[in-house]
């Protein structure tokens, strides 16, 4: 009943997150980007962690020339069958290497969070901005520590939710903060009762909490020169007490100056 994280998930996945607000993601990020000089008309994005492509799908719908990369070739098979007009590709957050550059890269819903150590959120980082045209615009968000140290409420969600084929998925995630790794765990249940049929998984994922502070000297690393850490959905100065934060990150220009 355990399996690998964003596997099992995957072919449930959508009708958990029905309810997510992509649209407004989208708006928030493409009006941050418009405002800071970027002309997103025929702008090549990619969308980073793009799971499903919930996030990838308002990008595409706005007019961007979109490719989505994900871990999860489970998650991606639901992907292409979601968007099959969009380009998706298999890649590692730290590693990845695409042919050409983009305008806009993305990467939403504290995906992130899931690289559990500095390096490895420094790699990610890395390769984006070796991806990123001069002037390009960088745009994500991660859970903080407070946010992974208190996900949710009650440290538990549960429902049910309707599949598109007909049946239905009972879902229950418990939570708990690991003090000594400084992580938070989620145990994923799912039941899934389809065509008269019953099964049931169990899905691990781990996150790690990033600051404002962290953030930057992690984006520093990285090559970025000029950023911008904001809360949604206002843009205003992270307080300290904020869950989740986002970040706005953008390559240097032509001359090597700060975009």
């Not at 007009?85 to 990467?107: E, K, N, Q, Y």
């Not at 990123?132 to 429902?159: H, Q, S, Y």
Request: glycine letters at 10%; a negative charge; one cysteine or more.
């Amino acid at each position: 009943m355990q399996r690998p994280p964003f596997t099992a998930l995957a072919a449930v996945y959508d009708a958990i997150m029905a309810d997510v607000e992509y649209d407004h993601w989208a708006d928030f990020v493409l009006t941050y980007a418009r405002d800071g000089g970027l002309t997103l008309e025929g702008a090549a994005a990619l969308d980073l962690a793009c799971g499903t492509g919930g996030f990838t799908r308002e990008l595409a719908a706005a007019g961007l020339h979109v490719t989505g990369l994900d871990f999860s070739e489970d998650m991606l098979r639901e992907a292409r069958s979601r968007l099959p007009d969009v380009a998706f590709v298999a890649g590692d957050l730290r590693s990845f290497a695409l042919p050409g550059r983009f305008d806009l890269i993305t990467c939403v819903f504290d995906s992130l969070n899931n690289l559990l150590t500095a390096k490895d959120l420094t790699a990610a980082l890395s390769r984006a901005r070796a991806h990123l045209k001069p002037g390009g615009l960088l745009a994500f968000d991660v859970n903080t520590r407070l946010g992974v140290r208190e996900l949710w409420e009650g440290d538990a969600i549960e429902g049910l939710a309707p599949l598109p084929g007909g049946g239905e998925v009972h879902y229950h995630w418990s939570h708990h903060h690991d003090a000594a790794a400084d992580l938070g765990v989620v145990q994923a249940f799912c039941r899934i009762e389809e065509d008269g049929e019953l099964r049931e998984f169990v899905e691990t994922h781990r996150e790690r909490g990033y600051d404002p502070a962290d953030l930057e000297e992690l984006l520093r690393a990285a090559g970025f020169g000029r950023w911008e850490i904001v809360e949604y959905p206002d843009y205003a100065p992270p307080m300290p007490d904020v869950p989740r934060v986002w970040v706005f990150a953008w390559a240097a220009g032509e001359d090597g100056a700060p975009a």
